[in-house]
């Protein structure tokens, strides 16, 4: 039997080795496919946000145009254009402002536009549901919801990239 430093120098490079072989899956693999593996696939589908339920940990935002629901942490202002164009003007502000974010619905409902977006170094997976609605008084009002995968936490990632998405408009 081993004296306690050599059982517990041979666990701690046995830990090393896994830690080593793990970095060099995810850069073979690439980083974004790697989470997909390990967490599935980060597009959940089309979001109803009328039945919305928001994350109960700390990793979600939610931006919406006034009177459009009650609990939103950021305002959008409504637009006076038709939702078809602001749905284009949205996706094309989008493309500009986050070179990481790829679209991922099949654009066959244009009032709603959904990403899968990633954080600078580790690409981490966010989504990003965004639905486009006609108001009542005749202007147009948009839903966003970005929420991250992976943890319980997103140091607001989610609520500046909606900020983002949506400055100047």
């Known amino acids: ?3 306690p430093v050599k059982i517990f120098l041979a666990a701690v490079a046995i830990i090393a080795v896994i830690i080593v072989a793990v970095a060099v899956i995810f850069v ?5 496919r790697s989470w997909a593996l390990i967490a599935g696939s980060p597009d959940r589908g089309r979001l109803e946000f009328a039945s919305l339920e ?22 959008i202002p409504a637009f006076d254009i038709a939702p078809p164009e602001l749905a284009e003007r949205i996706a094309r502000h989008i493309e500009i402002a986050d070179p990481l974010a790829r ?9 709603h536009l959904r990403y899968v977006t990633y954080s600078p170094t580790m ?6 549901n965004i639905e486009i ?5 005749g202007r147009t009002g948009v839903l966003a ?5 992976l943890g319980e936490i997103d140091f607001d990632a989610n ?6 998405y949506f400055d100047g408009l």
Do not use: H, W
């Open 103 to 111: 679209r991922v619905d099949d654009q066959s409902a244009p009032d």
């Open 145 to 149: 919801y970005a929420r991250a995968q």
């Open 159 to 164: 609520s500046e990239r909606l900020k983002r």
């Open 123 to 128: 690409r981490f997976p966010d989504l990003v």
């Open 54 to 75: 928001r994350s109960p940990t700390a990793n979600d935002a939610l931006a919406c145009t006034q009177g459009l629901r009650d609990d939103c942490d950021i305002t």
């Open 1 to 3: 039997m081993g004296s």
């Open 28 to 32: 073979a693999v690439g980083s974004e």
């Open 133 to 137: 609605v006609q108001m009542q008084d």
